[in-house]
Structure formats: C-alpha cells, structure tokens
C-alpha cells in the first residue's frame, strides 16, 4: 500500500511510479521514483520537494505530481493516476 503523506518515504511506494515535474520557463520533465533513489537516497516527499529545481530557470517547479503511467500533458496519454504533491509550510 502506498501512503502519500509528506512524511511518506520514496521507497514507500509502488514501483514504476514517476514524479512529473512542470515549469513555465522549461519543458516538463518526468524522474523515475526509482532514479530518485538510487541518486539520492531514501527521502521524504516532503524533502525531495523542497529540494526540487528546474535545471533551465533554476525555481521550484510547480506543479509536480505522483504519476502511474504518463500524465496527460501536451496531447499525452491519460495517466492510471496522478496526484499533485504539495509541499508542506515553509
């Protein structure tokens, strides 16, 4: 079962999952679950947000969500699910 709480870990999830990261600078980009922890270690969601930068504008990316499959996005596919990821107060 996943949880996606921001005190969730990323390991805690199901496999094949992937955070889909939209900027209005940059293209949108999608990181493998799997890819964020083998590069940067078991974290929170609540963590890997805070953490998170779009490589071209060098902000925050908002919104960012959890997605099984592809989010619909640009005349993609629709996703199995998607659930926005909100980063918790500052």
């Known amino acids: 079962m996943c ?9 805690a999830s199901p ?3 992937t ?9 949108d ?8 922890l083998r590069d940067h270690g078991d974290r929170t969601f609540a963590d ?3 953490k998170l930068r779009c490589q071209k ?3 925050p990316p908002a919104p960012v969500y959890l997605c099984a499959g592809h989010r619909e996005h640009n005349m ?3 996703p ?3 659930i926005e990821l909100v980063p918790g107060p500052i």
């Open 3 to 11: 949880t996606h709480r921001p005190s969730a870990s990323a390991s």
């Open 15 to 17: 496999t094949g999952l």
């Open 19 to 27: 955070v889909a990261l939209n900027c209005i600078v940059a293209e």
């Open 29 to 36: 980009s999608r990181y493998p679950v799997g890819l964020l």
């Open 48 to 50: 890997v947000l805070a």
């Open 57 to 59: 504008c060098r902000k």
């Open 76 to 78: 993609g596919a629709p």
């Open 80 to 82: 199995d699910w998607a």
